[in-house]
T-cell receptor
Framework: GAGVSQSPSNKVTEKGKDVELRCDPI?????LYWYRQSLGQGLEFLIY????????KSGLPSDRFSAERTGGSVSTLTIQRTQQEDSAVYLC??????????????????FGPGTRLTVL | LAKTTQPISMDSYEGQEVNITCSHN???????ITWYQQFPSQGPRFIIQ???TKVTNEVASLFIPADRKSSTLSLPRVSLSDTAVYYC?????????????FGAGTRLFVKA
C-alpha cells in the first residue's frame, strides 16, 4: 500500500523567502509528526498532530515555523523568512493505533522520504 | 520524557552478533522502549518494541532487565546492509501520539 509521501523532495530557496513543505500520511493514520534532521545529526522533534490538533508545539524552533493539518490527513509545514540554519532534511511520519489496552503499544511511526531544504 | 544514552558508534564484522545498549534511567511506568533503524538518505524504520523481559522478531531481539533502566538491541549475524544508525526511544503513546526524542543514535558500521 501507499506509504507516507512528502513534497517536494528537494527545495532550494533564498534566505528570507517562505517555503511550504507537504506531507501526505498513510490513509487512516490519526497521528502525524514532523522532524528535522541536520547533516550527520539525529532527528529533532518539531511538532505532532492528533487528528487536526497539535497538542504539543514546543519543538518548533521559532515563530517562523508553523504547521497545520486539515481533514485529519495532509499536513503543511511552513517556514517563513528562511535562514541558512534552516537547511536540513525535514521528515514526516504518521502512525495509528495498533493495539488495544491493556497492551498500550507505542504506535509505530512510518516515515516519509523527507524534503531536503537548502537555504542559500 | 525519559532521556536515553547510547554509544555514538560501533564497529562489527559480517556474521557477528551485535549488541547495542541504551540507558534510560528515568523511564516511567507507562513508557515503552522502541528501536528504529535509519539508512543514509532515508527516514527511520521501526525495528522492535518492548516493555519488559525479552522480545524477538524476525529482525532483532530486545532484552530489557527487570528494572527497565536499560535495554539491549541484539542483531544476530549482521551483514554489510545492517550498517545504519540505530535509535533508542522511550515514551508512552496511550493517547495516540507523543513527543518523540530520537537522540543522536548509534552509528553501526559493519565491515567485510
Amino acid at each position: 500500500g501507499a506509504g507516507v509521501s512528502q513534497s517536494p523532495s528537494n527545495k532550494v530557496t533564498e534566505k528570507g523567502k517562505d517555503v511550504e513543505l507537504r506531507c501526505d500520511p498513510i490513509s487512516g493514520h490519526t497521528a502525524l509528526y514532523w522532524y528535522r534532521q541536520s547533516l550527520g545529526q539525529g532527528l529533532e522533534f518539531l511538532i505532532y498532530f492528533q487528528g487536526n490538533s497539535a497538542p504539543d508545539k514546543s519543538g518548533l524552533p521559532s515563530d517562523r515555523f508553523s504547521a497545520e493539518r486539515t481533514g485529519g490527513s495532509v499536513s503543511t509545514l511552513t517556514i517563513q523568512r528562511t535562514q541558512q540554519e534552516d537547511s536540513a532534511v525535514y521528515l514526516c511520519a504518521s502512525s495509528h493505533p495498533t493495539g488495544e489496552p491493556p497492551e498500550r503499544l507505542q504506535y509505530e511511526q512510518f516515515f516519509g522520504p523527507g524534503t531536503r531544504l537548502t537555504v542559500l | 520524557l525519559a532521556k536515553t544514552t547510547q554509544p555514538i558508534s560501533m564497529d562489527s564484522y559480517e556474521g557477528q552478533e551485535v549488541n547495542i545498549t541504551c540507558s534510560h534511567n528515568n523511564i516511567a511506568t507507562n513508557d515503552y522502549i522502541t528501536w528504529y533503524q535509519q539508512f543514509p538518505s532515508q527516514g527511520p524504520r521501526f525495528i522492535i518494541q518492548g516493555y519488559k523481559t525479552k522480545v524477538t522478531n524476525e529482525v532483532a531481539s530486545l532484552f530489557i532487565p527487570a528494572d527497565r533502566k536499560s535495554s539491549t538491541l541484539s542483531l544476530p549475524r549482521v551483514s554489510l546492509s545492517d550498517t545504519a544508525v540505530y535509535y533508542c526511544l522511550v515514551g508512552d503513546t496511550l493517547t495516540g501520539g507523543f513527543k518523540t526524542i530520537f537522540g543522536a543514535g548509534t552509528r553501526l558500521f559493519v565491515k567485510a
